[in-house]
């Protein structure tokens, strides 16, 4: 049975950092693609970044670019997401996925199998 695990999360003051994980189990972790969402109250789910099996790729939204990155620890079966200069827009329970592929529409939660439970990260202003 597949089991992502995220952990790191918390409260943080606004141009703060911080660094998610997620332990997989139950795969083949160095075959398979990883990928951080987050879902504020009230809003869709919406793609944050993603990692390639080797983490040779990676892909990150917009409005995170230049401030958050992905990156994964075969060994440890683990993949992180180090967030720094943090914004109160930030603010969402954020996600871990995986695939065995990057898929065309990896930015859609469609494209993902596996899903985490998910840990808060609270941004103040």
């Known amino acids: 049975q597949v089991q992502l695990v995220e952990s790191g999360g918390g409260l943080v003051q606004a141009g703060g950092s911080l660094r998610l994980s997620c332990a997989a189990s139950g795969l083949t972790f160095s075959i398979y693609a990883m990928g951080w969402f987050r879902q504020a109250p009230g809003k869709e789910r919406e793609f944050v970044a993603a990692?390639?099996?080797?983490?040779?790729?990676?892909y990150y939204a917009d409005s995170v670019k230049g401030r958050f990155t992905i990156f994964r620890d075969n060994a440890k079966n683990t993949v992180y997401l180090q967030m720094n200069s943090l914004k109160p827009d930030d603010t969402a329970v954020y996600y871990c996925?995986?695939?065995?592929?990057?898929?065309?529409?990896?930015?859609?939660?469609?494209?993902?199998?596996?899903w985490g439970q998910g840990t808060q990260v609270s941004v103040s202003s």
């Open positions: 996925a995986a695939h065995r592929y990057i898929t065309t529409y990896y930015y859609t939660s469609a494209a993902w199998i596996h």
């Open positions: 990692i390639s099996w080797n983490g040779g790729d990676t």
